[in-house]
């Protein structure tokens, strides 16, 4: 059975900051590229941090450069996200998604996990 299971969130002040976890089971996670991607309420689900399969390349949208890292490892089946700096912009819930690229390999995503950002 597939699981991607985030964890790590909750209620913060501005400047703070969380790191978030994503373990995966079920699937062999070393070979997909991993992603996190938040949404938050009223607006559509965005893209925020990708890793490729071996951890050696990634990339961020523009709000959250210089503040958020993506990292994997791969001997514990797990990414994260370590987010830094965090503003009431990026309250929001956080998924991570593994993309497949296949009928035999599909993508995946998880329950997700509330990220706030509040004073």
């Known amino acids: 059975q597939v699981k991607l299971v985030e964890s790590g969130g909750g209620l913060v002040q501005p400047g703070e900051s969380l790191r978030l976890s994503c373990v995966a089971s079920?699937?062999?996670?070393?070979?997909?590229?991993m992603s996190w991607y938040r949404q938050a309420p009223g607006k559509e689900r965005e893209l925020v941090a990708l890793?490729?399969?071996?951890?050696?390349?990634?990339n961020y949208v523009d709000s959250v450069k210089g503040r958020f890292t993506i990292v994997r490892d791969n001997a514990k089946n797990t990414v994260y996200l370590q987010m830094n700096s965090l503003k009431p912009e990026d309250t929001a819930v956080y998924y991570c998604k593994a993309q497949g690229w296949s009928i035999r390999n599909p993508t995946y995503w998880g329950q997700g996990t509330q990220v706030t950002v509040s004073s």
């Open positions: 890793i490729t399969k071996a951890g050696d390349s990634t």
């Open positions: 079920g699937f062999t996670f070393s070979t997909y590229v």
